[in-house]
């Protein structure tokens, strides 16, 4: 069976407490199910009725009383036919009222680069995908099949010859659906994974439009996007063309079937071993004890592509688990402590054992040639990623003992490429606040202090809509600076005690990095711990302390003029050899 009851009673959590919570619906559902079957057999009655009495007596009073029923009959049957359905329409918004937010909080949470398998990253389509399946004519169809037997027992009541003919029949269907599943489901999951990795390929193509333009990558980039399509779509073919040839076998089997009964039931009323309203009824059960397997072999793909996209919120939520209840911690004053991070990317160890610190209202510099791991030094003191090994701690509590989300109202961080979104300049500084229930006027008193800290007030006010300016996608609507400038209120905001700058002035002019250092001596008054990730060497001036890594490790650390001096030393002994205060990346 495509899914198995003990494989969604153990899902994960959230996954297995919201199917536990529409489990009504499908208990339900299933029992209607049976109610439907029952009275589909109300038909194949009303026929021997009319055929064996009414005709042979010509009760007319008979006709009338079992056309009542029958109408009645039928009018139940389409009443609960709707009714399991409705069931099964309201199982799939409550799975996705409960499940939606937690899916797409798992795909938000996977920061460390490269995490996740295509299918892990397109588990939202994943989630539609397997919710319709649970929800539609796939669980239907399943419902249906087990009553099957209950046709196979009248087909043995009106005579065990027609009772064998359908077993056979049933049989055969069963082994061409067993047959149509293993040919099938290695198809559809190879179609599966490359449409995912060519939605991946298409949606970073489409995120980087202007640099591909610019660079002359459009119609290579359309042909490799082509390419992948192509053997996407070729993918989804051979699957359909394979299930194609066993749905058109079940076709011919269960038609050459209901005619044998239709040939069967004839010579057994010349022989006068059934009535002849028992040759047209022993043909149309046929037919209702066979559908409902046709059924199921024709809504296969479906139910294989629903169990492949189970297996896909599985690994998601076994991956990436819910972080569970933290105690409260108080609100940190920022003391910064680096203890032995270590960081790996495959087999590269990126940062190797840093150690530093930062006290509360101190600016460390962090600096170093390309590809030292400034970058993800900053990451990992702001949060955004987990170190393999060591530990970071805010007042002396490690970073993973706070939720993620409380820990985020006492930290700042600014990060290379500023990352703006969708939404209103306010909505990006104040971190889209408003949508968690956030009291308005607060959110307002906070954003406009965050942008004048920041020395973006007047800028923003300047713009067409001031606040409520609307930004497109990634954040589309201003200047590189104009956006560094908003990400920077965005890190401010709220007055976090910690707060994370990589390369603040990459794309400030002389009047923003003017501004950006009177805001770092402002916070400094205030008695924020800064790091700050340099690439232009003015704003070191701000720094009371210098951290150089190379290669992942700390090579100098201590006061910005000791570190300095040190540097200049280095420099006067060595003929060649970039300052690495001049070098960004990392």
């Known amino acids: 069976m495509a899914f198995r009851l003990g494989e969604l009673a153990s899902a994960p959590e959230p996954l297995g407490s919201a199917l536990r919570a529409c489990k009504r619906h499908f208990t339900w559902a299933f029992l209607f199910s049976a109610l439907v079957n029952v009275l589909y057999l109300a038909p194949t009655l009303y026929m021997l009725q009319v055929y064996d009495r009414v ?6 009073m008979t006709l009338i009383f079992i056309t009542v029923v029958i109408v009645l009959a039928l009018g139940t049957l389409t009443l609960l036919d709707g009714m399991r359905q409705r069931l099964l329409v309201r199982a799939g918004l409550r799975l996705d009222r409960l499940l939606a937010g937690e899916v797409l909080g798992r795909l938000i949470s996977r920061v460390r680069p490269g995490a996740g398998a295509p299918r892990v990253g397109q588990a939202m389509r994943e989630f539609d995908q397997f919710r319709q399946t649970i929800a539609g004519q796939g669980i239907m169809s399943l419902f249906d099949a087990p009553w099957t037997p209950i046709y196979l027992a009248f087909a043995f009541i009106l005579h065990p010859l027609l009772g064998l003919v359908t077993l056979l029949g049933g049989a055969i269907l069963v082994t ?4 149509n ?9 190879k179609a599966g994974e490359a449409a995912a990795a060519a939605y991946v390929a298409q949606e970073t193509a489409a995120s980087s439009a202007e640099v591909v333009k610019a660079l002359g990558m459009r119609n290579a980039l359309v042909a490799r996007q082509l390419t992948d399509r192509t053997r996407a779509t070729e993918l989804q073919a051979e699957a359909a063309f394979a299930g194609g040839r066993y749905t058109g076998a079940i076709k011919f089997v269960r038609l050459a079937l209901q005619s044998l009964a239709l040939g069967l039931g004839a010579y057994l009323a010349i022989e006068r071993q059934i009535s002849g309203g028992a040759v ?8 209702r004890a066979l559908q409902p397997l046709e059924q199921v072999v024709g809504a296969w793909q479906g139910i294989v592509s629903g169990r492949q996209a189970f297996n896909t919120l599985v690994d998601l939520f076994n991956t990436y688990p819910p972080e569970g209840q933290r105690t409260q911690l108080p609100a940190p004053k920022g003391l910064v402590q680096v203890e032995q991070v270590g960081v790996r990317m495959g087999e590269t160890l990126v940062l190797k054992g840093v150690s530093m610190s930062i006290q509360p209202g101190e600016v460390v510099g962090l600096i170093g040639p390309s590809g030292a791991g400034k970058t993800t030094l900053a990451r990992v003191v702001a949060g955004a990623v987990q170190p393999d090994y060591g530990t970071v701690r805010l007042d002396s509590a490690d970073l993973k003992d706070w939720e993620s989300d409380k820990l985020a109202k006492y930290v700042g961080y600014l990060p290379q490429d500023s990352i703006l979104f969708n939404g209103t300049i306010r909505d990006n500084i104040s971190r889209f606040q408003a949508f968690t229930g956030g009291d308005p006027a607060e959110i307002d008193a906070k954003v406009i202090a965050a942008a004048q800290a920041a020395g973006a007030h007047e800028m923003i006010l300047r713009l067409p809509k001031g606040y409520d300016s609307m930004l497109g996608l990634g954040g589309r609507g201003l200047s590189s600076g104009q956006s560094q400038r908003i990400a920077f209120a965005r890190a401010i905001y709220g007055e976090p005690a910690m707060i994370v700058l990589d390369e603040p002035n990459a794309h400030l002019d002389a009047e923003g990095e003017g501004a950006l250092m009177r805001t770092l001596l402002g916070l400094k008054e205030r008695g924020a711990a800064v790091l700050l990730v340099a690439h232009r060497t003015g704003i070191l001036n701000a720094a ?6 190379r290669d992942g490790a700390v090579d100098m650390f201590g006061p910005r003029d000791d570190v300095v ?3 200049q030393q280095q420099e006067k002994g060595s003929r060649t050899g970039p300052r690495p205060t001049v070098v960004s990346g990392g």
């Open 544 to 549: 009371d302390k210098l951290l150089v890594l």
């Open 565 to 567: 001096a040190r540097l």
């Open 280 to 287: 047209i009824a022993a043909s149309v059960l046929l037919s």
């Open 181 to 189: 599943e293993r040919t099938v489901k290695p198809r559809l999951q």
């Open 176 to 179: 061409l659906a067993i047959l």
């Open 55 to 60: 005709m042979s007596t010509g009760g007319v």
